[in-house]
């Protein structure tokens, strides 16, 4: 049960950052914003491993 609670924690997280993100893609289209969100997107992949890295 431990685990589980702890994999629907990730998945609300997961979720709920998504949403946010999207908000900023489609309620500002200036290319401005959109390379600093890609520029975030990018530092938090590499702050956490791959998951199917090798």
């Known amino acids: ?15 709920v950052f998504g949403f946010a993100v999207r908000n900023i893609f489609y309620q500002n289209n200036d290319n401005n914003r959109g ?7 990018t530092k938090i992949k590499n702050h956490f491993p791959e998951k199917d890295s090798n």
């Open 1 to 15: 049960m431990i685990e589980n609670e702890k994999v629907t924690d990730i998945t609300i997280t997961e979720y």
């Open 35 to 41: 390379y600093l969100v890609s520029n975030l997107i």
